[in-house]
């Protein structure tokens, strides 16, 4: 499968990015690799096209342009965004992807992408830390070049037009790795959702942090072995990835929330908690909580509840709730090898048929219709309520816009005052050029917010926004309530089909009824 990284750089040597992607490196390093005269070795096998710039002058080309547009002077700004599509190593075999070939897609989706961009696109076939997977990399200018379409992705104003920087926003990531797996699926590539939440969630932070921590670790365990003892430790963990071990070797002996937390305490001293129905973990070299989210599904409450209830089939009737499903003896592999197991399922399922019939008595169910109507009627006011949330965190979006703009606006207003009273106003722009951007942005934001003129003002925007935040995590309980609503109607809706079609038995006849007819 194609997989997309993305690095950003704040160095403002364009030159560096070309000499990488012309020239054989050290991976470990990073260091360029040079024959016996001290002279840099060309890769082997790579593929080079420019994206509006010449490959060769595309350093002269992005100071150009940022001189142009006057961005990129500082030392903290972001320079480049190096963008890595590495496509499955069982491509080259099965489906034959060449070079040349990858090198053409990647190129299409650069133009797609990055349309306004001086861009370098290159494609190596030598693999990444010796992988074997052909893998393009797309170097960008942070700044546009030229003015584009406006795309789904953009959520600021005048976001498309020349001189705007880039910005690798989750939308547009997420934009960007769907094109990724359309485009492999068209070229008959194998591919993967990349949207789709991963089980062990590594990030480029992540992974560069266990790269340099490996590196430094074997550099400290050489000399102890130099000094004739035996390292301690050869393998670096990042704080993310010992949770994700302990969490592992916890999850898989324990049956309960319980039984875990006091694993994970006593053997690896991690603190676990749940909190508005997620878990968070404390690493012990840390003050602040590592969420479920930062380490992948596997790692969530969802999935690791399922853990301890596997180890008991019958926990599933008493751990969650009362209403549980009841198990088909006809498709359960594990009740039809084993008796034993099929009894306790049997029992299992009386009482969740009992259940049953309570929950629905209880709610006033009298037709099964009545139950189903009542299901779909719920899960119409699921959708409609999880719409009206979606769109009050729009409209909170544009709140935030709202403070951020009348904010920016009045803090540089005084400055911009000046400038308008300056005798030599060349001289004063170019002493308070950040201010007066920052103020000429925010006024040109404001004037295209509000047509009429009239500006609310921070306090009422800030009120609105408090009050926006309360009803939006009203909205979010409600739901919440509502899922779990559906989750046992859902349940009782099943449980009454399966009560409803098992199959009952005719009575025996007795001969002897037979004979007398």
């Known amino acids: 499968m194609a997989i997309v990284k993305h690095i950003k750089s704040r160095n403002a040597n364009y030159s560096t990015a070309i000499n990488y992607l012309l020239f054989e490196h050290d991976e470990k390093t990073g260091k360029k690799i040079v024959d016996e005269s001290g002279r840099s070795i060309l890769r082997k096998e790579f593929y080079m096209d420019g994206l509006n710039c010449d490959p060769m002058s595309f350093d002269k080309e992005c100071e150009l342009t940022n001189a142009h547009f006057h961005k990129n002077k500082k030392r903290e700004d972001i320079k480049s965004h190096h963008y890595i599509i590495s496509y499955d190593p069982a491509d080259v075999t099965e489906n034959r992807l060449t070079g040349k070939r990858a090198q053409a897609i990647s190129l299409e989706l650069a133009k797609q992408m990055f349309p306004g961009y001086q861009a370098l696109v290159v494609t190596h076939t030598d693999g990444h830390n010796e992988s074997g997977n052909i893998h393009t990399h797309i170097v960008i200018n942070s700044v546009w070049k030229t003015a584009v379409e406006r795309q789904l992705y953009m959520d600021k104003p005048h976001e498309e037009a020349a001189g705007y920087k880039h910005r690798s926003t989750d939308k547009f990531m997420n934009t960007f790795k769907k094109t990724v797996m359309d485009r492999c699926q068209q070229e008959g590539l194998h591919q993967i959702d990349l949207l789709a939440p991963a089980e062990r969630k590594i990030t480029q932070k992540e992974y560069m942090t266990q790269k340099h921590g490996q590196q430094n670790l074997d550099e400290i365990n050489q000399k102890i072995i130099e000094d004739g003892l035996k390292p301690t430790s050869t393998m670096f963990l990042t704080q993310k990835e010992y949770l994700r071990n302990a969490i592992d070797e916890c999850a898989a002996t324990s049956n309960s929330f319980d039984e875990f937390q006091s694993k994970l305490l006593e053997q690896f001293q991690i603190s676990v908690i749940e909190h508005r129905g997620r878990y968070s973990y404390l690493h012990p070299d840390r003050q602040k909580r590592i969420t479920e989210r930062a380490l992948g599904t596997r790692y969530g409450k969802e999935h690791l509840e399922q853990i301890f209830l596997r180890k008991d089939p019958l926990a599933i009737l008493y751990v969650r709730s009362h209403l549980r499903l009841v198990v ?152 919440s309530r509502l899922k779990e609503k559906l989750k046992d109607l859902d349940t009782a809706d099943q449980n009454v089909d399966a009560i409803l079609q098992m199959q009952i038995p005719e009575p025996v006849r007795s001969k002897t009824k037979d004979l007398e007819r």
């Not at 709202?402 to 004063?428: D, L, M, P």
């Open 328 to 479: 088909n003896l006809q498709t359960n592999v594990k009740a039809m090898q084993s008796p034993a197991y099929a009894h306790r399922v049997k029992l299992s399922n009386l009482q969740q048929m009992a259940n049953t019939i309570i929950y629905v008595q209880e709610h006033g169910f009298d037709t099964q219709s009545d139950l189903k109507n009542t299901l779909l009627a719920s899960k119409q006011e699921l959708k409609e309520m999880q719409t009206q949330v979606a769109q009050h965190r729009s409209d909170l979006r544009i709140l935030n816009n709202q403070i951020r703009y009348t904010g920016q606006y009045y803090a540089n207003k005084e400055v911009y005052s000046q400038f308008s009273k300056a005798k030599y106003k060349g001289k004063y722009r170019k002493e308070h050029a950040k201010e007066i951007q920052k103020y000429e942005e925010a006024r040109n934001w404001l004037k295209s917010f509000y047509q009429d003129g009239k500006m609310t003002s921070l306090k009422t925007l800030t009120l609105q926004k408090e009050k926006l935040q309360q009803q939006i995590a009203s909205e979010e309980e409600a739901i």
